[in-house]
């Protein structure tokens, strides 16, 4: 028995095969108030060189770095003082002392 | 807008992977870490002299008295300038500043300002906790650690310079009291660079071209 001669049969069978799966395929509905659009997408891992790896770990561990390094400066930056003159001039006096 | 490439330059370069790792989560720590992590004992045996390390017994002369006395010192100098194996037509001396007795000097504060009632015990104790945590500009804090018995400090503004040979290599292991870690010696040039170099000083610098 040929295949040609009994298409009508098989692409039948094939339509109704394919038609049950047919609903992964179908756009969802999205209720736009509860989605948050501030969620940044990613792409999926296996794809190496698109735009969203500009970002590799290397240079995410770089600017994880920088970021320490300004709060750590900003640490001190923001709170230091100079000396009370004062202070200096009990330091010129004393100054054998306090070794 | 600056690259990644560029901004590369600007972190440590020198360190293996652990060390920087280590460097890193110290920095990220300060300031709840000043103590005894400023210091190292893998180089205490060293015979060369390394910038920011604890020397006994240094030469000093406190201006205008012109008496020689010795103290202990810090050496303000970069490493490479007064490393004895870089031979120079013209070696560079080496720099430090005398290391103080924290606890001696805030006795001398109370004695001076507290006893004869000009300050408040009050404002002594939170000048020196400003100390302890590193607030004021030109004083770099010592905690006690290593073979420094005291907390102690350093003023930037009270150097002194000696030739950089005047120790010869056994006399370098012998008086050497601390050498900082990684995370101490940042944080020392850091504070080091804000005093001498920082930038704001409020001063117009006209130059001749511009009221002439």
């Known amino acids: 028995m040929l295949l040609p001669q009994f298409r009508n049969l098989v692409g039948s069978a094939v339509t109704a095969g394919v038609l049950c799966y047919s609903y992964l395929g179908a756009p969802t509905t999205i209720n736009l108030d509860t989605v948050n659009t501030n969620i940044q997408i990613s792409a999926p891992k296996e794809i190496k060189y698109d735009y969203y790896q500009i970002i590799n770990s290397d240079r995410a561990v770089m600017l994880e770095q920088i970021d320490i390094i300004h709060k750590f400066a900003s640490s001190i930056l923001d709170n230091i003082k100079d000396l009370d003159p004062e202070f200096s001039k009990t330091v010129d006096e004393n100054f054998w002392d306090l070794i | ?212």
């Not at chain 2, 890193?24 to 300031?31: G, T, V, Y």
């Not at chain 2, 006994?56 to 020689?68: A, K, M, S």
């Not at chain 2, 010795?70 to 970069?78: A, E, K, Y």
Request: net charge neutral; with cysteine.
């Open chain 2, 1 to 212: 807008m600056i690259s990644f490439e560029e901004i590369k330059k600007y972190l440590p370069q020198h360190l293996s992977s652990t060390a920087e790792q280590e460097l890193f989560n110290e920095l990220k720590a300060f300031p709840h870490n000043i103590d005894q992590r400023i210091y190292t004992a893998y180089l205490h045996n060293h015979t060369n002299l390394f910038q920011g390390d604890g020397i006994q017994n240094l030469l000093y002369i406190h201006f205008p008295d012109t008496n020689v006395g010795q103290v202990p010192g810090m050496i303000l100098s970069n490493t490479c300038d007064i490393d004895q194996s870089n031979k120079r037509l013209m070696p560079l001396r080496m720099v430090y500043a005398p290391i103080i007795n924290l606890g001696k000097y805030e006795q001398s504060l109370i004695k001076s300002h507290v006893d004869t009632g000009q300050r408040s015990i009050e404002s002594i104790n939170s000048h020196i906790a400003d100390i302890r945590k590193q607030h004021i500009s030109h004083i770099f804090y010592l905690p006690k650690g290593g073979q420094l018995e005291n907390d102690s400090i350093v003023f930037f503004d009270r150097i002194n310079n000696c030739p950089s040979n005047l120790l010869d290599e056994k006399s370098v292991i012998h008086q050497r009291i601390f050498t900082l870690s990684d995370y101490g010696f940042y944080l020392f040039l850091f504070k080091l660079s804000v005093h001498f170099t920082r930038i704001r000083d409020g001063v117009s610098r006209t130059s001749f071209r511009s009221y002439n």
